[in-house]
C-alpha cells in the first residue's frame, strides 16, 4: 500500500530530525549521514508506528538544508528562545526538531507555515510531554510571524480570515 502523500512528508521531516540528531550526537558529516538514512532507514517502523515510505527528495533538502544553514537558524531560533533558555539548554532532539523547523519556515515558501509549525508540533509529541510542544510551538510561531508574516492568517471574530 502507498503512503499518502502528505504522510510521506511528515515520514520525512521525522527522518529529517533523527538524521540532525545523529550528526550532532556523533559529529558525523551531514552528507554522509544523509546518504545512510536513504541507503537504510526509511521504511522501518518507528516507536511501534510504521509510518510508510517517506519522500526521499524532500527530507534531502530538509536534511541538507538545516545542516548546512545551521548557523543562521541557530541565530533566528535563539531569537525567539527567552535568555535563561538559550539554545544549547535545550536537548539535542528538540534542538533538531527547531531547526528542521525553521529551515522550512527561512527555505521552503512552497510549504505553508501553518503546515510546518503543525508538523514539528506533532513530530514533539511524540518524543516530548507537556513543556516541549508549547515551547516548539512558541518558537516556530515567532519565527513565522518574523520570516513569513504575509502568510499568515488571523482569524476574526467573524471567522474570515485576515491577515497580519
Same mark, same amino acid.
Given at each position: 500500500?502507498?503512503?499518502?502523500?502528505?504522510?510521506?512528508?511528515?515520514?520525512?521531516?521525522?527522518?529529517?530530525?533523527?538524521?540532525?540528531?545523529?550528526?550532532?550526537?556523533?559529529?558525523?558529516?551531514?552528507?554522509?549521514?544523509?546518504?545512510?538514512?536513504?541507503?537504510?532507514?526509511? &521504511?522501518?517502523?518507528?516507536? &511501534?508506528?510504521?509510518? &510508510?515510505?517517506?519522500?526521499?527528495?524532500?527530507?534531502?533538502?530538509?536534511?541538507?538544508?538545516?545542516?548546512?544553514?545551521?548557523?543562521?537558524?541557530?541565530?533566528?531560533?535563539?531569537?525567539?528562545?527567552?535568555?535563561?533558555?538559550?539554545?544549547?539548554?535545550?536537548?539535542?532532539?528538540?534542538?533538531?526538531?527547531?531547526?528542521?523547523?525553521?529551515?522550512?519556515?527561512?527555505?521552503?515558501?512552497?510549504?505553508?507555515?501553518?503546515?510546518?509549525?503543525?508538523?514539528?508540533?506533532?513530530?514533539?509529541?511524540?518524543?516530548?510531554?507537556?513543556?516541549?510542544?508549547?515551547?516548539?510551538?512558541?518558537?516556530?510561531?515567532?519565527?513565522?510571524?518574523?520570516?513569513?508574516?504575509?502568510?499568515?492568517?488571523?482569524?476574526?471574530?467573524?471567522?474570515?480570515?485576515?491577515?497580519?
Amino acid at each position: 500500500m502507498n503512503a499518502l502523500p502528505g504522510r510521506k512528508r511528515t515520514s520525512a521531516r521525522l527522518a529529517a530530525v533523527q538524521a540532525l540528531y545523529q550528526i550532532e550526537l556523533t559529529q558525523a558529516e551531514p552528507r554522509q549521514v544523509i546518504e545512510e538514512f536513504l541507503a537504510h532507514r526509511f &521504511g522501518e517502523s518507528s516507536k &511501534g508506528e510504521d509510518f &510508510g515510505e517517506a519522500d526521499k527528495e524532500f527530507f534531502g533538502a530538509v536534511a541538507a538544508g538545516a545542516a548546512a544553514h545551521g548557523a543562521e537558524l541557530d541565530r533566528a531560533i535563539a531569537a525567539a528562545l527567552t535568555p535563561d533558555w538559550p539554545l544549547v539548554r535545550l536537548e539535542s532532539v528538540l534542538r533538531a526538531i527547531l531547526r528542521c523547523g525553521a529551515f522550512e519556515l527561512a527555505h521552503r515558501p512552497d510549504v505553508a507555515p501553518e503546515i510546518v509549525i503543525n508538523e514539528y508540533l506533532d513530530i514533539t509529541h511524540a518524543f516530548f510531554g507537556a513543556k516541549e510542544p508549547a515551547l516548539v510551538n512558541g518558537v516556530l510561531d515567532n519565527l513565522a510571524r518574523r520570516l513569513r508574516a504575509g502568510e499568515l492568517g488571523e482569524k476574526r471574530r467573524d471567522g474570515e480570515t485576515a491577515s497580519r
